[in-house]
Each structure stands twice: as structure tokens, then as C-alpha cells.
Antibody
Framework: EVQLVESGGGLVQPGGSLRLSCAASGFTFSNYVMSWVRQAPGKGLEWVSAITAGGENTNSADSVKGRFTISRDNSNYRLFLQMNSLRAEDTAVYYC???????????????WGQGILVTVSS | QAVLTQPPSMSAAPGQKVTISCSGARSNIANNAVHWYQHLPGTAPKLLIYDDNKRPSGIPDRFSGSKSGPSATLGIAGLRTGDEADYYCATWDSSLRAGVFGGGTKLTVL
């Protein structure tokens, strides 16, 4: 059974940093693109970032480019999102999601975690 | 403002069919595969349709997808109260070099 479990969320002050982690199980992690998607309170889903199966290529939304970095540890079946210079508008539930392919960042995501809340506030 | 445009809300009676539209552009829908998600608040989104019209295993054939030029459509036949949820279209935008979602459509089955 595929499982994706996010951790590392919480309350952080504007300008601060947070590192989200996603523990994966139930599939061969190193064979698939992985992504982060978020949902701000009362808003729709927003694609954040994606990383290829081998970790060699990444893509990110303009809203987080230069501030957020996606990475992965294939040996330990983990996906990460390093979030720096956080802003109030980054407040959202962040979802870790598994892609259906090895390369390509299209949001074709067949399994999702339950999400983790990040709140940016003073 | 979402790159892909969906109607904010729709409603239909049980047993009826509803079609949810997703309007984009040449840089996204017209030249890239479209995917559809069902999202119930507090739960993980579920992939309903991928690559314009393919259903993952376990998704009933009541759900269908189609695309024509820069627009895509999700069809849900034989509506049930359990289909009440938010529905999102998504695709890749070649100009933005980013994934994009529609603003979402809240479906009410009454």
C-alpha cells in the first residue's frame, strides 16, 4: 500500500524557515517524480514544486522560486521542501504527492499524503 | 487568479449528469495532458482522470474526461450524494514551465 506522510509543519514567523519532510513507502521511491502541492485557507490547490525520479531536475512555481527548494533522498525514501523567507501568503496545507512517471513535472499525481499545515504569522 | 478557468460552483440532482469545464490556452491545455482531481475538505485529493481521458484503476466509468483545443471537460454521470466535493483540473504550462491548477469547482448534489 502506498503511503505518504508529511511532517515538519507548524507556526513560523514571517521571514523564517521551515523544512517539510515526506516519508514514502509501498512503492519504489526512486522510480517516480515527486511533487509538493499546497492549499491556502479558503483557496484552491496550487502546484508548488516537482523533482524528477533521480533528483537531477526540479521545477518550481514563480511564487516560491528562489525561496523554496525541493530535494529528495532516494536511499531513505524521503522528499523534502526547504522553505526560506516565509511570507504570510505561504500559509497553507502542504501536500506531498507521487507522480506517475520518471521524468516530467506535469501534475499527474496518483497518490497524495494527508497534508501538513504551515502557518506563517507573527 | 488561477491560470485555468473553472466555474466556481455547480449543482445537479442525484442520478443526473454534470460536466465541469476547464478553460486554458495554447501553452497549457492545448498542448499538454490534462488531469482531474476530486477533493473533499480535510482529505487527500484523489486522481480521477489523467492524460485527458484515462481513468486510474478503481475509478468508476461514471467519470470521464475529454479535451478540445484549449478546453477540457470532466463528466460525472449518475450523480450520487457522495460525489459532493471540489473538483480541479491541472496540467503543465509550457510558457510558465510550471504545473497549474484550475480554481476548482464546488459540486453540490441536491
Amino acid at each position: 500500500e502506498v503511503q505518504l506522510v508529511e511532517s515538519g509543519g507548524g507556526l513560523v514567523q514571517p521571514g523564517g524557515s521551515l523544512r517539510l519532510s515526506c516519508a514514502a513507502s509501498g512503492f519504489t521511491f526512486s522510480n517516480y517524480v515527486m511533487s509538493w502541492v499546497r492549499q491556502a485557507p479558503g483557496k484552491g490547490l496550487e502546484w508548488v514544486s516537482a523533482i524528477t525520479a533521480g533528483g537531477e531536475n526540479t521545477n518550481s512555481a514563480d511564487s516560491v522560486k528562489g525561496r523554496f527548494t525541493i530535494s529528495r533522498d532516494n536511499s531513505n525514501y524521503r522528499l523534502f521542501l526547504q522553505m526560506n523567507s516565509l511570507r504570510a501568503e505561504d500559509t497553507a496545507v502542504y501536500y506531498c504527492a507521487k507522480g506517475m512517471n520518471v521524468v516530467g513535472s506535469t501534475p499527474r499525481l496518483d497518490y497524495w499524503g494527508q497534508g501538513i499545515l504551515v502557518t506563517v504569522s507573527s | 487568479q488561477a491560470v485555468l478557468t473553472q466555474p466556481p460552483s455547480m449543482s445537479a440532482a442525484p442520478g443526473q449528469k454534470v460536466t465541469i469545464s476547464c478553460s486554458g490556452a495554447r501553452s497549457n491545455i492545448a498542448n499538454n495532458a490534462v488531469h482531474w482531481y476530486q477533493h473533499l475538505p480535510g482529505t487527500a485529493p484523489k486522481l480521477l482522470i489523467y492524460d485527458d481521458n484515462k481513468r486510474p484503476s478503481g475509478i468508476p466509468d461514471r467519470f470521464s474526461g475529454s479535451k478540445s483545443g484549449p478546453s477540457a471537460t470532466l463528466g460525472i454521470a449518475g450523480l450520487r450524494t457522495g460525489d459532493e466535493a471540489d473538483y480541479y483540473c491541472a496540467t503543465w504550462d509550457s510558457s510558465l514551465r510550471a504545473g497549474v491548477f484550475g480554481g476548482g469547482t464546488k459540486l453540490t448534489v441536491l
